[in-house]
């Protein structure tokens, strides 16, 4: 039987778990490609794809990106690194045009 603590502390993590979900079910789908899935999944456990796709970095600037979340604790494969690196490179160079993202309607009065 849960004394009245642990079910609060249950709670709490369910309502994070859920908002954490539904915060990353409203990010933009990253660009088809051979480890979309892969560079979803790594990526988004911290940050909406949403960063990525406003990016424009050279494929330098994108191994650098790439290492920095690695040592951050992203969990990329030693295998994936250079392919999210070419697929990062290859999406969201300098010469790729801005995305436009649309806006968040603001409820503020």
């Known amino acids: 039987m849960f004394d009245f603590k642990e079910s609060v502390y249950i709670a709490l993590i369910a309502v994070t778990t859920l908002s954490c979900r539904l915060l990353l079910a409203q990010s933009p789908d990253l660009p088809p490609g051979s480890v979309q899935t892969k560079v979803t999944t790594a990526c988004t456990e911290c940050h909406e794809s949403r960063i990525i796709l406003q990016q424009r970095l050279s494929k330098a600037a994108w191994t650098k990106e790439v290492d920095k979340m690695i040592k951050w604790g992203a969990v990329v494969d030693s295998a994936d690194r250079d392919g999210f690196i070419d697929y990062l490179s290859t999406n969201f160079s300098?010469?790729?045009?801005?995305?436009?993202?649309?806006?968040?309607?603001?409820?503020?009065?």
Do not use: A, E, G, T
């Not at 300098?94 to 009065?109: E, G, H, L, N, T």
């Open 94 to 109: 300098p010469d790729k045009p801005p995305i436009k993202m649309p806006r968040s309607v603001s409820q503020k009065k």
